[in-house]
Structure formats: structure tokens, C-alpha cells
């Protein structure tokens, strides 16, 4: 990420306070008419989320003009999650039923409530930008209020580190402190295992951690001892490594197990073989109908041991 990426941020969070007061926004209305809404707030900005869509597509606009996401694709991509993260988390903050589909929620501002007029500049035309974003980020709307909170906070966190230090006279006593408070939440999430099973969950977190990584990077041009800021662990690292450990660990249990019980039922059923044979009906019948007997109980116990084999090699091949 960018630091002026942060910077931009900063601005919407000065203009979008992200808090309620008696449960209502605490927007200033007349600030937001004239800067955000084309000084037409009855026609473009009539609701508190008509607003913050006006701040939203504002806030794109500008780092797009920026040309902060043109170049590197990996850089688009977070930042696409940062800007659908802020819209989501704002849209829900007063009523986490305010929206259900980002498109559909979309389309009627654009078509409806005159956001179209916003989305163009006399220079540039960004629909298809703003299309392609909401297309691609819809799947967010269905994460838990929580879990969005929790990728909110992480990134106005990371950009309060970036922000103290982006001024000629960087601020470089805050950044440990905040550094540490980034590194216990974000390893505090990714260890909960009840989220990190989806793609959403993974991609954001592996936004959040490459930034985090860049931020050290930055932080080292802007102030000394930014080396001892703490190495995050990588997103699914951890569960795939006990996934593979729990596997190995099975697999090796089965492999010594099923010869264990193989070596005592071979000789089970034989020794009922025999002593059926031996008191059961060797003293009645011809010893062939014997002899056929054995083989035909002989024939059961190896087919048997072929299933017993051809399950463990199906359950094997599962892992």
C-alpha cells in the first residue's frame, strides 16, 4: 500500500466520522453537501447512505486520479479490499440489515438517486472502474458484521502507522506501540479458525499482512529501530500445518494398526475353522467334504483380509 493511500483514507475518516451517537451518524451535513455531493444534496446525497456512497465513489475517484492503483496489480487488488471494506462497514454501522447486495444497493443510488451524475468527471468516466469492483467484491456484503469490524479496525490501524510517520517530521514514538497492538489482533483473528476458512477471510488478511510487511519496509526509510517491529505469521500456514499434521498422524496409526488387527484375525477365524472341522463334523462326514470345508473357509478369511485392505487403501487415498 501506498502511504498516500492512508493519507486519502485519513480525509474520508475526518469527513465519515465511524461512530453513532444516540444511534444516528455523526455526519456534518453542510461539509459533506458541498465537498462530496456536487453542493446538491436533495437530489445526490438525500440520505446518510446516499452520503456515504458519495464519499465512497469520491474516495475512489481520487485514487484513481492518483494514480496510487494503476500500476501494480497486487496494489489494486488491496486496495479494492480496503475501499469495499470502508463502504461495507459505514453502510452497516447503524443497522447491519441496511444492505444485502452491494450491486443491487448500487444500482438504485447510480439510477435512481442521481449517483450516476458523481461517478463521471469532465475527464474520465469511471463506471466501468466501479462496476468491475462492486462485481468483484459483492461476496463481502455476506461476512459477519464482526469479522468486517475486526478487518476495519486492522486497517485504520495500519494506516494510523502509516500516517504518524508520512510528514517530513515523522512521528516515529507511536509506531512500536501500534506495530505490537496490529501484530496480538491480527494473530489474535487469524488463529480463530471458525473464519479463516473462506477465500474473502484469506484475501483480506493477506492484503493486511502484505502491507503490514511494506510498512516496515517504509517505516525503516522514516525512523531507526523499525527492524525490531514483529514478523506476522502467514495467513493459513498455521491450519494447513496441522491439517497435514492431524493427516500424517492418522495415516500413520491406520498403517500400523490394520496389520495389528489383520494378524489377529487371521489366526481367529482359522482357529474356528479348525475346531469346528475337528469337533463339529470330522467325525461325521468323509474327510473330502472336510478338506472342501477348509477351503471354502480358508477363501472367506482371504476375502476378508482383501476388503479389510482395499477400505484402508480408499481411506488412505481421502487424506
Known amino acids: 500500500m501506498d502511504e498516500q493511500v492512508c493519507q486519502y483514507f485519513k480525509i474520508i475518516w475526518d469527513d465519515f466520522p465511524d461512530t453513532l451517537s444516540n444511534g444516528n451518524y455523526n ?50 487488488m488491496n486496495v479494492g479490499e480496503y475501499i469495499i471494506i470502508w463502504l461495507i462497514y459505514m453502510l452497516k454501522l447503524k443497522d447491519d440489515s441496511t444492505i444485502k447486495s452491494l450491486n ?116 525503516n526509510e522514516k525512523c531507526h529501530g523499525c527492524e525490531q517491529i514483529p514478523d506476522l505469521t502467514d495467513i493459513g500456514t498455521k491450519t494447513f500445518a496441522q491439517s497435514y499434521e492431524d493427516t500424517s498422524s492418522s495415516t500413520s496409526i491406520a498403517s500400523k494398526l490394520i496389520p495389528v488387527l489383520l494378524a489377529f484375525t487371521i489366526p481367529f477365524f482359522l482357529g474356528i475353522a479348525y475346531k469346528y472341522s475337528l469337533f463339529g463334523i470330522d467325525k461325521q462326514l468323509p474327510r473330502q467334504y472336510l478338506r472342501e470345508k477348509r477351503k471354502k473357509t480358508k477363501r472367506k478369511v482371504y476375502n476378508y483380509i482383501l476388503l479389510e485392505e482395499s477400505d484402508y487403501s480408499r481411506n488412505s487415498n481421502n487424506y
Open 27 to 76: 455526519f456534518n451535513h453542510d461539509k459533506i453537501c458541498k465537498t462530496y455531493c456536487g453542493r446538491n444534496c436533495t437530489n445526490y446525497c438525500k440520505s446518510d447512505t446516499d452520503k456515504i456512497m458519495a464519499g465512497w465513489i469520491s474516495l475512489l475517484k481520487k485514487l484513481y486520479e492518483s494514480d496510487l492503483v494503476n500500476d501494480d496489480v497486487a496494489n489494486n
Open 104 to 219: 443491487d444497493f448500487y444500482d438504485q443510488y447510480k439510477n435512481k438517486r442521481g449517483g450516476h451524475t458523481l461517478i463521471s468527471t469532465t475527464d474520465k468516466d469511471y463506471s466501468d472502474i466501479i462496476d468491475n469492483i462492486i462485481d468483484n467484491k459483492n461476496y463481502s456484503v455476506d461476512m459477519d458484521m464482526k469479522i468486517i469490524s475486526k478487518f476495519y479496525n486492522l486497517l485504520k490501524l495500519l494506516c494510523s502507522m502509516y500516517n504518524d510517520i508520512n510528514n517530513d517530521a515523522p512521528d516515529c514514538t507511536k509506531y512500536h506501540a501500534k506495530a505490537k497492538t496490529f501484530f496480538d489482533e491480527y494473530n489474535k483473528f487469524n488463529g480463530d479458525t471458525g473464519n479463516n476458512e473462506t477465500s474473502s477471510y484469506r484475501k483480506m488478511m493477506s492484503s493486511l499482512s502484505t502491507d503490514y510487511d511494506n510498512f516496515k519496509s517504509y517505516c
